[in-house]
């Protein structure tokens, strides 16, 4: 129950509170039931049931000639004043119910509440498919676009490949910033599951020309780095340390240097995916 319901009964009188007791078929159930709430919080009897209603007094009992009309007789005067005692309670109480059922309710208190909630990039793995699209040398995306399936199935795979990978470099960014919140543990399940739906188109084979071919050999790579980064991630959710370590920086870099070859920079930082440079000695 509300404040200002509650307010609205203890403002009550015990007269006021008696008569929605007393009147239970002509007020809605809930309204009668706090009623009687308030009325043993406040210690005053409540009325037996069989006296809510005239309607309720028993037949007078069939005993014979001298207690038949006798018992019929009090029934009346007993009907009679029950109508009456309604009646003038209904007149002194009626315009006070009316108003009060009229007077609006007060707005409710909005709280504000600290939330941790992982972007929508939508429209960055938007841009990021079509610009992968676009690195496709001209003559093979126009022949994959000839063929039945072959350049939307890429397109396909590109958008579940950028959605989960976004929202992974998002999460694992708070990580490396030290930004570790209760939220953690949500955030690693909730990027698992979208993982889980690129995983799940790798079932299939795909007839890509060779830069497609490459590109799903590079996205095929990163998911399975960033998956177990996840993994080593979900153990300092649910024991507190930090998550940098040797291990965890030469992943990084190893999945910088293969998205390079798919975006020239992050579209979640906006930074340059760093390509490794390895020497090779004579």
Do not use: C
């Amino acid at each position: 129950m509300t404040n200002s319901t509650t307010d609205f009964y203890h403002q009550k009188t015990d007269d006021e509170l008696l008569f929605f007791v007393e009147n239970p078929d002509h007020y809605q159930p809930d309204l009668v039931a706090e009623a009687r709430s308030e009325l043993r919080r406040r210690g005053v009897a409540l009325p037996q049931p069989e006296l809510l209603a005239p309607t309720a007094v028993p037949a007078p009992p069939a005993r014979g000639l001298a207690t038949g009309p006798l018992a019929l007789a009090v029934a009346v005067v007993l009907a009679l004043s029950l109508g009456g005692l309604y009646f003038i309670k209904q007149k002194n109480a009626a315009p006070t119910v009316a108003v009060v059922e009229a007077k609006p309710k007060a707005p409710p208190r909005l709280t504000e509440v600290a939330t941790s909630t992982i972007p929508d990039f939508g429209p960055a793995v938007t841009a990021s498919v079509q610009r992968q699209v676009q690195r496709i040398p001209a003559a093979e995306r126009a022949a994959a676009a000839q063929e039945a399936m072959p350049l939307r199935q890429y397109r396909e795979l590109a958008k579940r490949f950028w959605t989960a990978e976004t929202q992974t470099e998002f999460v694992m960014n708070q990580a490396r910033r030290g930004q570790l919140d209760a939220a953690l543990p949500g955030h690693i399940q909730a990027v698992g599951a979208t993982w889980e739906q690129w995983n799940k188109a790798l079932r299939y084979s795909y007839k890509f020309g060779p830069t497609m071919a490459a590109h799903l050999d590079i996205m095929t790579r990163v998911a399975q780095q960033q998956q177990e980064g996840l993994g080593d991630l979900q153990i300092v959710a649910n024991n507190p340390q930090s998550y940098e370590n040797d291990q965890t920086r030469k992943r990084a870099a190893d999945v910088s240097d293969l998205l390079s070859g798919l975006l020239p920079k992050s579209p979640v930082t906006g930074q340059p995916y760093n390509t490794i440079v390895r020497r090779v000695r004579l």
